[in-house]
């Protein structure tokens, strides 16, 4: 079945109408299709220009305008990866994410994404601070309250908080530190590469840190220099079906609102495919 957009007012020929009433009337979906779908963030109600996920059945629609619906059953078929807890800091959490997972969902559902998944191993509310690109791996911040999400948030946009990565790339890196400031997108970015050691097959192990959090930052850099990420299928010369994209956020430090230093690392040498000379 191909996916499908309901998008409908609220008026008062239907606001007395719980929304499963008014769905399955739009849709002809069962009404156990219409709440799985709804749990896992297909279903979105409208006040004003404020637009949420609507994770349960209300006796009706009073206080909503619009209700809308995307219903992909490809998408809502789909099974969450395994996500790794590193650390439960009530305000904050720290986590392992898997490749392949999502730092957030879509209008179509977000029920494999990382930031519901914390939500639902934590049982509290959860905001992203920042991201990881689907096919990268390693360590990423959950905030738990708006404190904290408001210091992470200014932490991160006042490069208070260091973030290394280790990625493979094709080709003999070079010897010292390579900077590039390259724009993408028209903003300012700035990455800084170091060789670890030379791997086989004519490829190199780098450390990276980066000032900046642009979409695809390290991927598109490296490549500008000439040595694109191993598995890297945007900006490099992978292949679908090739190796896994080989870059892992391993290094987070940061002081957290109470002024303790928190530093998480993990061994990127266990995640990437490392081929030794």
Not at 33 to 51: D, E, F, H, N
Not at 74 to 92: G, M, N, T
Not at 104 to 131: F, K, M, N
Not at 132 to 160: C, M, P, T
Request: net charge positive; glycine share 6%.
């Amino acid at each position: 079945m191909p996916s499908r957009q309901y998008h409908i007012p609220i008026d008062d020929n239907n606001r007395e109408s719980s929304v499963l009433d008014i769905l399955q009337h739009a849709s002809e979906l069962s009404r156990q299709q219409l709440k799985q779908a709804m749990t896992k963030g297909a279903v979105w109600s409208q006040i004003g220009k404020t637009v949420r996920p609507l994770r349960r059945d209300p006796a009706n629609c009073l206080r909503f305008e619009q209700l809308h619906f995307y219903y992909d059953p490809e998408v809502l078929k789909q099974s969450a990866l395994p996500l790794c807890l590193i650390e439960d800091a009530k305000e904050f959490s720290v986590w392992n994410k898997p490749y392949g997972m999502r730092s957030q969902g879509s209008r179509w559902g977000d029920h494999t994404a990382l930031i519901r998944q914390a939500e639902l191993q934590l049982d509290r509310p959860a905001s992203i601070v920042h991201r990881l690109d689907r096919a990268a791996q390693g360590l990423i911040l959950v905030a738990h309250n708006k404190a904290g999400a408001r210091h992470l948030s200014k932490a991160f946009s006042e490069h208070l908080i260091a973030k290394h990565y280790r990625i493979i790339v094709e080709g003999c890196f070079p010897e010292g530190e390579q900077h590039t400031e390259l724009a993408i997108d028209g903003k300012a970015a700035s990455s800084y590469f170091q060789k670890v050691e030379n791997l086989s097959g004519n490829r190199s192990l780098l450390d990276v840190r980066i000032s900046s959090g642009r979409k695809h930052q390290i991927r598109v850099h490296a490549s500008n220099l000439g040595y694109p990420v191993v598995g890297d299928r945007l900006h490099g010369n992978a292949a679908e079906g090739d190796i896994d994209l080989q870059l892992c956020a391993y290094h987070l430090k940061f002081e957290d609102r109470q002024g303790q230093l928190r530093d998480y690392e993990i061994d990127a040498n266990n995640i990437l495919s490392l081929g030794k000379n």
